[in-house]
């Protein structure tokens, strides 16, 4: 995904502003990696209209490199309204650390298991309803051992609860692990079209997992307004073949596979360079977010789905650890 497009308009463009100091250059280089990777081949106009008016405005000069970071971020999204834009400063950033790939990931990896490789609980709930809490999607190649010790665990259960609300995304093909875990046959999800090599890939789920698959049972799905890109594929996909509902917040709204660039060895720049589509609806969720089935308040939506579930109990007859009196105490104090 290196492919550069050239352009006059954009060198021309920029000569309008440019004045020999890092703010412009990295301005420059921003506006240059927006024109040959965003999926939008035209939104870079947008951006380099920005970048002039807040150069003529003196808008940069007061900023530290941390502020200044936050700024393009948040002028970023709102301009061309995608909310996988993302800069940000590093300031111990060594260019000969980012050339060993393997010693990166092993880096990261390393960070991701300190916090469980994001499955903060995993849990069995009143009424035999397994919970997974999971705030994050690692890569897949050192989160499956948990993944599917997670989905052990939560076998026998009669319903299961996804926690989602504080997941940020991640890795792409966790995403489409987790989601094999409710499929019992290798499905075609969706299609990525990458800009730069011109190039559309299916993405599919897997046939077999390491774990035991979460068939024909009842899954429930909580979101907030911080549940964003991978987070929201899970959703998303579970909620569209029907295989999950999603109860809490509509979600953030990321759809856009992104690219990753180091500018002046100084700014992490995330460009969206990617557009994935539904092979059922040819549509994501990119910038309207996920449209819970039942809408509640983040913070209720745990009591909602667990209520949910314990009335469907009652109303199935479906057998649990606790008798009928025992679901209607349970039932009742929920609802206090």
């Not at 029907?242 to 992490?268: C, M, R, S, W």
């Not at 994935?276 to 449209?291: A, L, M, R, T, Y």
């Not at 939506?301 to 667990?306: D, E, F, G, I, S």
């Not at 008798?323 to 009742?332: D, Q």
Request: glycine content about 4%; charged content about 25%.
């Amino acid at each position: 995904m290196k492919k550069i497009l050239s352009g006059i308009f954009l060198s021309l463009s920029l000569v309008s502003y440019a004045q020999k100091d890092d703010t412009t250059v990295v301005l420059s280089d921003i506006t240059e990696k927006v024109k040959s990777h965003y999926i939008d081949k035209k939104a870079y106009q947008k951006v380099d209209s920005l970048f002039q008016n807040e150069s003529e405005k003196g808008t940069f000069k007061n900023l530290s490199k941390k502020d200044f970071a936050a700024f393009l971020t948040q002028k970023l999204r709102t301009t061309i309204k995608d909310k996988h834009f993302f800069v940000k400063y590093h300031e111990n950033y060594s260019p000969q650390k980012a050339v060993d790939e393997k010693e990166r990931e092993k880096e990261n990896n390393f960070h991701n298991s300190l916090e469980n490789f994001g499955f903060e609980n995993v849990q069995r709930l009143e009424g035999n309803i397994g919970y997974i809490n999971f705030k994050g999607f690692a890569s897949r190649e050192s989160s499956e051992k948990t993944l599917a010790a997670a989905m052990n665990f939560i076998a026998n259960t009669n319903s299961l609860i996804i926690d989602l609300r504080e997941n940020g995304g991640g890795d792409n093909d966790m995403l489409l692990l987790f989601c094999s875990y409710f499929f019992d046959k290798k499905t075609d999800l969706y299609t990525t079209y990458f800009r730069n090599k011109e190039e559309t890939v299916i993405n599919s789920t897997q046939s077999k997992v390491a774990g035991q698959k979460y068939l024909h049972k009842k899954v429930y799905i909580l979101t907030s307004k911080k549940s964003f890109s991978a987070a929201e594929g899970l959703a998303y996909f579970l909620q569209e073949h029907k295989l999950a509902e999603v109860i809490g917040e509509k979600t953030g709204g990321a759809a856009n596979p992104v690219d990753h660039f180091i500018i002046q060895n100084q700014y992490l720049l995330l460009v969206p360079a990617g557009q994935i589509k539904s092979v059922i609806s040819h549509k994501n969720w990119e910038p309207v977010g996920v449209i819970p089935d039942q809408e509640v308040k983040a913070e209720d939506a745990l009591k909602a789905a667990h209520l949910k579930i314990l009335k469907n109990i009652l109303n199935t007859e479906t057998k649990t650890e606790l008798s009928i009196p025992e679901i209607k105490n349970l039932i009742n104090k929920l609802e206090q």
